[in-house]
């Protein structure tokens, strides 16, 4: 890992973390209504679901259920990385890499307002 000395750790000045805490809460709100909607779609919700489906409409059932748990658990995990990034703003550790302690790239959090990792960090863990 290269690291910088030059680099000062600053805090985000505020007038700067309010559309971004206003765009990651619209965000939570957006997420959660995708979430529902993924629910409503998942087949075993379905109360007219018949039980003595041919086998067919059971594969069916089952890959559309399967699908429907896939995506809202995908948006389940991104609702938790937003609410993340809230906290950190909280606590004044917005834009702070919470691995490392360095400052996170403004064109990566332009980008994903919702990372909470720097780069280098992120590779890391992906490899
Ligand atoms: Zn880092």
């Known amino acids: 890992m290269i690291k910088n000395k030059d680099m000062k750790i ?7 973390l309010l559309p ?17 909607n993924i629910n409503e779609a998942d087949p075993f919700k379905d109360e007219s679901r018949t039980t003595n489906n041919s086998l ?15 995506k809202a658990n995908f948006v389940s995990v991104q609702i938790v990385q937003f609410r993340k ?3 950190r703003m909280k606590l004044g550790k917005y ?9 996170i790239d403004t064109d990566r959090l332009a980008v994903r307002p919702e990372t909470t990792v720097c780069i ?3 590779k890391e863990r992906e490899d």
């Open 10 to 16: 600053v805090s985000f000045p505020s007038r700067l």
């Open 95 to 103: 834009g702070i890499c919470e691995n490392c302690g360095k400052m």
């Open 120 to 122: 280098d960090c992120e």
């Open 56 to 70: 067919e409409e059971d594969v069916d059932e089952q890959v559309g259920h399967f699908d429907a748990e896939v």
């Open 20 to 36: 971004i805490k206003t765009f990651l809460e619209s965000e939570i709100v957006k997420l959660k209504r995708t979430k529902k």
């Open 85 to 87: 990034a809230l906290t």
